[in-house]
């Protein structure tokens, strides 16, 4: 129940400087903005939004600009699926700001002595390829190299290489893992017992799916596009 109001309140929320209150111990900065939920979200609209002071009124202003008679969208931030899932209820399709994210434990380097991976929050695989900071992560993989790199010094390019190389095989483990084609089947087996209500909500997870494959395999190019140079 507290995580469901805490989503039902979190996500019709807007940032608003205000006075601190006694009664609170952090700052006062959420405001509670029901109707922008009336508002959808396109991850390539651009607005300008706050609180007008001069008016009293928290105004919203698309600079794109919206035509007469079509729906108007904002933007509710630069949001994976993943996170547009969890938190509203929908992905978005052709979303350049979706990711995969790499589980700690699956970068964990063998040598006890080496300093944990970064947040899992930045180990991510997008269209692009790997993300900086798992990169990184899998450089310190080497029980050899890890202290060395952590002061600074630069990497070689047969180290960077073997680095690439760690990442496209475990893209190629995520890709070809069968936790993932098990969600296929899981998913298609519930759709045929479900009723439309739940069917709907398990084609937006099918469809999180099906990108989370096609990212990994956009990834999987780059990678050997990389290794290739």
């Not at 680095?163 to 899981?186: D, G, Y």
Request: proline content about 6%; aromatic content about 8%; some cysteine.
């Amino acid at each position: 129940a507290l995580r469901w109001a805490w989503c039902s309140i979190n996500t019709r929320s807007v940032f608003m400087d205000r006075p601190s209150s006694s009664f609170l111990s952090g700052p006062d900065n959420y405001a509670l903005a029901p109707f922008l939920d009336l508002l959808n979200h396109r991850p390539d609209v651009q607005v300008k939004a706050g609180f007008n002071r001069t008016t009293g009124c928290y105004e919203v202003r698309s600079i794109s600009g919206v035509q007469r008679y079509h729906q108007a969208f904002i933007n509710y931030g630069c949001h994976d699926n993943q996170r547009l899932l969890l938190e509203y209820g929908f992905v978005s399709s052709c979303n350049p700001h979706s990711v995969i994210y790499v589980e700690e434990d699956v970068v964990r380097s063998p040598c006890h002595h080496c300093p944990p991976p970064p947040s899992r929050r930045n180990l991510t695989l997008s269209d692009e390829g790997p993300s900086w900071r798992l990169l990184t992560a899998l450089r310190l993989l080497s029980p050899q190299r890890w202290r060395t790199l952590l002061l600074g010094q630069m990497v070689s390019d047969e180290e960077e290489q073997r680095s690439v190389q760690t990442a496209k095989t475990l893209c190629e483990h995520l890709f070809q893992s069968h936790s993932h084609l098990e969600r296929f089947v899981q998913i298609s087996h519930l759709l045929q017992q479900s009723e439309r209500p739940v069917r709907e909500q398990l084609q937006v997870v099918g469809s999180l799916r099906r990108e989370e494959r096609c990212i990994l395999g956009n990834c999987l190019e780059v990678l050997k596009s990389a290794l290739e140079i």
